[in-house]
């Protein structure tokens, strides 16, 4: 782990050396969809670790490919020095509020309350914030000990930053655990909400993660038994395209933190004094602001994935990928003559569905009892006489209701002079919700017996 | 037609317009490297599928009703609302699914738990906006809210079927297919559940060439006449106005009225001018005879 130089200069050289010559922090194609643009991130840096001049930037090549394998250059696209800057960066500062902060830089206990860790943590902050000074820069606050406290939310209000400061108490007894990697779980979704930009995370802590239930025994008051890991963590930053930033503060300092920075992007720092720590935070945001953006317009592709190669001068190269994955699938299809086929079968099977009447007329007068069990059923009238009754050697036979056993109902009785039916009922008949004893029935006409209803239809005979 | 029958047909139609819809969508993804960008293809994908899906969709209850009328205006309101539906799902749903697979930590393969959720959720996006179609065209609103349940479920359950069939046969040319067939399906389906269980009833023609049709009365106001725009259209009974009478649905009470004072409605073989309606009333409008039933 690198140790950081008092003077600024050289703090930042030591930092981009410890970087690689290129490293790509980021492929956002959340413009693809819209703008057909995709943008980079990347710090690209000479062999001294200082930033390449801007002549030198357009030497980089962007190559894409649908299969990992056959990339084709991409000629249309910017390099922008000053995206962060032009955009602001989101800036969330993590502090550690356990029991140790508390002690001197040396972890010596102190009623000193100017020489405590927090104190001169509370002086780098105002520090750092004077130098972002009016910049488009966001920053939210947030401390941890044994529980997790949002002190500011995102905003640009310099002054709602160092008020919140102030609000940061020496913690009780049981509030003073490190819930290290349970605060960064606690504090990434609330980085979601805020708007687009690099989204930056700094943590600042004098210790390794301390959970209370693994220390105490007891339950966590909020976690319970739960204890949070390093790749729970590191998911959920990545998760939201959050770098961290870890600063290994005092004496101590977390042995897995610089492994969640490196695998989010960011980077580890170690500082011992306020004045460090203002170095630390202000070459932190040089760094980003020498990240360069490139937008290129992308390839219409039809694969899963995107691979993006970066190629720099010296051939030096990075290749990452993004998701392409098309709402229908991609790739494969049916044979051409298979789809077409189902295209003209789904159009004729419609089309027929429209021009053939789905109700079927019949030919003869008849009787359709509706609501009898499940199932409706149709008597074609045939004979002179039809009985409905509660037998079963009646023509219509209703079960249940008011109509007894061996009960005759009502008699359709066919008139042949007149082509007409007639109703007579034995016992109460409705016709069309009208108490009948005889009635000339016509098509239409819905008969009540019992429960059950029985539609006559004699448009046939009419027809004829 | 019986309440199966009514289901069965429903489903019948989602299932074509799945099918057409599918046809459409392979045979553009077969050009979509030819375009010069997402949005351009996405636009016309989105309209192709949606009025695809939006036609047979459209055309669903004209069908049912034998009103060739209510077939064409579905098919019309079909091609604009589908039109539209389909480019809003599919670019929503296109977005949404790029931008859950983005946030996502893993970096070599998905978990197929996750690619399913992902898939489905954004499927179900593009069907809730498709769904809608037959709710605009019948200005109805529990039809709209049926549909979009349709395209939610629908689109739910197609797109794990195209994840989960992809996963395991590597091909989403089949997978396509299923997907989207569930998809029309579950629409169609959810339009005939409406129309069974969430009206106050229904009126089945008692006589003439609309003998046995069913009208589901499941919007708050039906008109019936002779002209091919009513609800019910009344072709070929006499004594039938061109807007002869208004059926009105509160809740569960349904009122029938005359369209003007003149035009005569019967209920039970007595003129009315005006009548609450109760199950097992027959009703006559000029010759056409109807029977107020329980769904």
Not at chain 1, 9 to 33: I, Q, T, Y
Not at chain 1, 228 to 243: C, K, M, P, Y
């Amino acid at each position: 782990m690198k140790k950081i130089m008092i003077i600024p200069g050289l703090l930042l050289l030591s930092f981009l050396l410890f970087s690689e010559n290129l490293s790509l922090s980021g492929v956002d194609a959340s413009s693809l969809l819209r703008r057909q643009r995709v943008d980079l991130y990347l710090t690209l840096t000479d062999d001294y670790g200082a930033a390449l001049p801007q002549t030198e930037r357009s030497d980089i090549s962007i190559y894409e490919s649908p299969d990992g394998e056959n990339y084709r250059e991409i000629l249309d696209k910017t390099v922008v020095g000053d995206a962060n800057l032009k955009d602001g960066i989101q800036f969330f500062m993590l502090m550690d509020n356990s029991g140790s902060m508390y002690y001197d830089m040396q972890g010596r206990a102190t009623e000193n309350e100017q020489a405590t860790r927090m104190t001169q943590a509370g002086i780098a902050m105002q520090s750092f914030l004077d130098s972002i000074g009016d910049s488009r820069d966001q920053i939210a606050l947030a401390s941890f000990n044994t529980g997790f406290q949002l002190l500011a939310e995102s905003s640009s209000n310099r002054g709602q930053i160092q008020q919140a400061l102030g609000q940061i108490q020496r913690p009780q007894e049981d509030q003073a655990y490190t819930e290290l990697y349970a605060a960064l779980n606690r504090a990434a979704p609330l980085m979601e909400s805020q708007r687009g930009g690099r989204k930056v995370m700094v943590v600042l802590s004098d210790g390794e993660n301390y959970p209370f239930f693994q220390q105490k025994g007891e339950a966590h008051p909020e976690y319970g038994e739960k204890i949070f890991t390093v790749d729970e963590a590191i998911e959920s930053l990545q998760l939201r395209g959050i770098t961290l930033f870890a600063i290994n503060y005092g004496t101590g300092g977390d042995p897995q933190l610089s492994r969640i920075a490196r695998e989010t992007g960011g980077s580890t720092f170690d500082a011992r004094s306020s004045s460090e720590l203002a170095n630390v935070y202000d070459s932190i945001r040089q760094a980003l602001l020498q990240e360069l953006k490139i937008s290129y317009v992308a390839g219409v592709y039809q694969s899963d994935r995107v691979w993006v190669k970066v190629v720099v001068p010296g051939d030096e190269s990075l290749v990452r990928f993004y998701f392409n994955s098309g709402l229908f699938g991609s790739g494969e299809h049916l044979p051409l003559l298979i789809v077409l086929l189902i295209f003209l079968l789904a159009l004729i099977c419609w089309i027929l569905l429209i021009l053939i009447p789905l109700e079927r007329h019949r030919k003869l007068p008849n009787l359709e009892m509706v609501g009898v069990g499940l199932h409706q059923r149709v008597l074609d009238l045939t004979k002179d006489r039809t009985v409905i009754g509660g037998s079963s050697d009646h023509d219509v036979t209703i079960v249940g209701g008011q109509v007894k056993d061996d009960q005759q109902a009502a008699t359709i009785i066919y008139d042949e002079k007149t082509k007409n039916y007639t109703l007579i009922a034995q016992e109460t008949t409705m016709v069309n919700n009208q108490e009948v004893t005889r009635k000339e029935l016509k098509t239409g006409d819905v008969i009540k017996v019992g429960d059950s209803l029985i539609i006559f239809d004699d448009e046939a005979t009419q027809l004829k | 037609m019986t309440s199966r029958g009514k289901f069965v047909l429903y489903a019948l139609i989602g299932l074509l317009g799945g099918a057409a819809s599918f046809a459409t969508v392979d045979l553009l993804l077969r050009f979509q490297e030819s375009f010069s960008s997402y949005l351009s293809f996405n636009l016309l994908l989105g309209a192709s599928f949606g009025i695809m899906l939006g036609v047979f969709l459209g055309s669903a209850e004209g069908i049912v009703h034998s009103n060739r009328h209510k077939v064409l205006t579905g098919i019309l309101v079909g091609v604009l609302v589908g039109a539209l539906g389909g480019i809003l799902g599919v670019h929503y749903g296109q977005s949404l699914l790029l931008s859950l697979l983005s946030r996502s930590s893993y970096q070599d393969s998905l978990p197929l738990g996750l690619s399913l959720f992902f898939r489905a959720l954004s499927w179900s996006v593009m069907g809730i906006l498709i769904g809608m179609v037959e709710g605009i065209r019948a200005r109805s609103g529990i039809k709209i809210f049926y549909g979009m349940l349709g395209g939610l479920f629908g689109g739910f359950l197609g797109g794990i079927l195209l994840e989960l069939i992809n996963h395991f046969s590597r091909s989403y040319a089949l997978s396509r297919l299923l997907g989207m067939l569930v998809l029309g399906s579950l629409i169609g389906v959810f339009y005939a559940i409406l129309e069974r269980n969430f009206t106050p009833g229904v009126f089945r023609v008692l006589n003439g060439s609309l003998k046995g049709k069913k009208l589901a009365l499941n919007q708050r106001k039906l008109t019936v006449g002779f002209s091919n725009r009513n609800d019910l259209a009344l072709n070929g009974y006499n004594g039938v106005e061109k807007l002869h009478s208004v059926i009105t649905v509160r809740g569960d009470q349904v009122q029938i009225l005359p369209f003007r004072n003149a035009y005569t409605i019967m209920v039970n073989d007595e003129k009315v001018d005006q009548a609450v309606l109760k199950y097992h009333d027959v009703i006559a409008v000029g010759d056409a005879r109807f029977l107020f039933e329980v769904k």
